[in-house]
Structure formats: structure tokens, C-alpha cells
């Protein structure tokens, strides 16, 4: 039988869902006021999870990190995923893109299953859907220029910097760094700028989709605002689809148009940002923002 770790003592209510798992790689989607009034408009989803079980371990030492998950995140759209810490919304978010294998259920990029994909055509998914994470070294070869990394990120293939100089020179300015930074290596910039950095690898490669996990969860407050500042701004101008993961809910409620709460590797509650907020509707969530002095409940957005 497959061990269950407790991580915390929330209550074994069930999900409050707009939408069932079934719709999410279909139809959930649409404004706020569509979705409450019981009409979702018929939006596909760029990704999503369908019915998501992702173990860790065997035997008696086996840990269910997802449960059943299902979400999805439509184009120009962004999902918030929030819980408390072993929640697993870093697992979520490896297995949107492939690095973590799902026991069972499925991973849907534009309506197509990728989550049996191996070797190319693996990569080619991870091409299309760009995880940004807290530690920018994990996407930062620190032996390559920042210079290099963006110009892999354009073209895998030819990942010559001064083949693509212009291209290299515009995402640094994108992130507000100069062109310069291009000739550096990662250890030659603080972290607020690595992370900068790792915003313009990623965006390079052009993708669907960007997971951003706790990007700013290792940066000083005044850094981790102009981080979230650039990462909100890029989001209208260049209508990112994003899942965005982060334990301040202040920050998620901030940029995302609907929000998951997770809680023991399940969603406890989903649907838009604004009526999770103002109205939670599972105990969970309730508890969850109740914790946060900055969220009497029933405060409005
Ligand atoms: N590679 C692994 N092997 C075994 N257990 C793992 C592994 N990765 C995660 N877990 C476990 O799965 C659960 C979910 O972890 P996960 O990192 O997804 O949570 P999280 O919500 O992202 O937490 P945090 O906010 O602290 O990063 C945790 O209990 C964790 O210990």
C-alpha cells in the first residue's frame, strides 16, 4: 500500500471545483464572470494536467506527491498554483514539463499527450513549454556566456552567440540588462540579474508555455519586486502563458488570472483568482488565507 506522508493537518474536505476534470483540457477557461455564471466559453487549453498521479518511491516508502490533478492554463492566460510547502507544486510544475514522469493521467500541450514522449521528441516538447526556476544555476550552464545560453535557447542547433548577436542583445534588453552581459558568465551577475537572465533564456527559445517556480522565493524583498515587476510586465506585453508558482499569495493573486490550491499533493480548490480570493470556498484555502494578515477574507480585489 502506498504511504501517504502528512505534511500538515488540513481537513479532508472536498475539492471546490468550477468545472470538472474532464473540461480542463477543453473548455475551462474564459473571464471571471463567465466562469461564475456557470458558462465557460469554449477556450482549449495551451497545457494542462489531466487526472495527474505522480509517485515517489516504492513499497512501503512509495509518497504520493500528486493525486488526481487536473489543470490547465489557456492561452495569454495565467494559472497561480499555491499551497503550503510539500504541497507539490514543484512536482506539478516539473511534470507540466517533463521532468518528472507521471504514474498516471496525462499531459496535454495544445491538445496533443506528451507525457509518454521520450528522447527528441521530449525535448522538443521542453523546447515549447520553459520552466524558470528558483535556482537560476539549474538553467544557466555556468560554464557558457550568458551570451551562449540565450543564442542556444534561439537556435539549439547553432548556438553560436555571434550568429545571432541581435537577437542575444534584444532579450537582454527585454530584461533590462545590457548587451554587454552577453560576453559574462552567470557567477559574474547577482542573483536579481541571473534571474533576469533566466527570464530571457527562456523566453528565447519562443515558448507556449512558461512555468515560473518560485523564481523569486531566493532574492531580497526590493530584488524580488522588480523581478515580479519585469515578470508581470513581460506577461501583458508579450501575453505570456504562464503557470506561476509561488508561497506569497499577495504575489500569485497579483499576476494570475485563475488559481489552484494545493494541499497533500491534491487541488483542494480552483477557478478565478478574483472569486478564490474574495470567497474562498474550501476550509483549506479559508485557513490558508486567513494565515496572511494582508487577507482578511472576504476583502475585495
Ligand atoms: N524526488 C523526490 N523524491 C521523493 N520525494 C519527493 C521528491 N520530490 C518531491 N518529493 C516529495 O513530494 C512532496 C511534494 O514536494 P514538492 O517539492 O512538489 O512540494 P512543494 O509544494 O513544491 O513544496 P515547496 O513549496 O517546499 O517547494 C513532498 O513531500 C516532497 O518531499
New binding site residues.
Given amino acids: 500500500m502506498e504511504a501517504r506522508?502528512g505534511?500538515d493537518a488540513a481537513p479532508e474536505a472536498p475539492a471546490v471545483r468550477e468545472g470538472s476534470a474532464a473540461e480542463v483540457s477543453t473548455v475551462r477557461g474564459g473571464s471571471a464572470a463567465e466562469v461564475s455564471a456557470g458558462e465557460p466559453a469554449a477556450v482549449p487549453m495551451r497545457l494542462a494536467a489531466e487526472n495527474l498521479t505522480?509517485v515517489?518511491?516504492h513499497g512501503s516508502r512509495a509518497?504520493v506527491?500528486?493525486d488526481d490533478v487536473s489543470v490547465g492554463v489557456a492561452e495569454g492566460t495565467t494559472l497561480g498554483?499555491v499551497?503550503?510547502?510539500?504541497?507539490?507544486?514543484?512536482?506539478?510544475?516539473?511534470a507540466l514539463v517533463g521532468l518528472?514522469r507521471p504514474r498516471t493521467g496525462r499531459i496535454l500541450l495544445d491538445g496533443a499527450d506528451v507525457s509518454a514522449l521520450r528522447g527528441a521528441r521530449l525535448a522538443a516538447v521542453r523546447r515549447r513549454v520553459q520552466m524558470i526556476s528558483?535556482d537560476p544555476y539549474s538553467s544557466l550552464n555556468p560554464r557558457m556566456t550568458v551570451g551562449q545560453a540565450i543564442a542556444e535557447a534561439i537556435d539549439p542547433r547553432r548556438a553560436d552567440h555571434r550568429r545571432h548577436a541581435d537577437a542575444v542583445t534584444g532579450w537582454l534588453e527585454t530584461v533590462a540588462l545590457d548587451g554587454d552581459a552577453a560576453a559574462r558568465y552567470p557567477h559574474e551577475f547577482s542573483g536579481g540579474q541571473r534571474q533576469r537572465i533566466a527570464i530571457a533564456r527562456a523566453l528565447a527559445a519562443e515558448p507556449e508555455v512558461v512555468v515560473a517556480?518560485?523564481i523569486t522565493?531566493a532574492l531580497d524583498c526590493s530584488v524580488q519586486a522588480e523581478v515580479l515587476n519585469l515578470l508581470a510586465g513581460l506577461r501583458e506585453r508579450l501575453r505570456l502563458t504562464m503557470v506561476f508558482?509561488s508561497?506569497d499569495l499577495a504575489v500569485v493573486r497579483h499576476v494570475s488570472d485563475e488559481v489552484a490550491v494545493?494541499n497533500r499533493?491534491r487541488i483542494v480548490e480552483y477557478g478565478p483568482c478574483r472569486r478564490v480570493y474574495r470567497s474562498p470556498a474550501h476550509p483549506y484555502t479559508r485557513r490558508l488565507l486567513g494565515s496572511v494578515p494582508a487577507f482578511p477574507l472576504q476583502e475585495s480585489r
Avoid: C, P, W, Y
Fill in positions: 506522508r505534511n505522480v515517489f518511491g509518497h506527491a500528486l498554483l499551497g503550503e510547502s510539500g504541497s507539490g507544486k514543484s512536482t506539478l510544475a516539473k518528472v528558483q517556480d518560485e522565493s508558482i508561497h494545493m499533493g
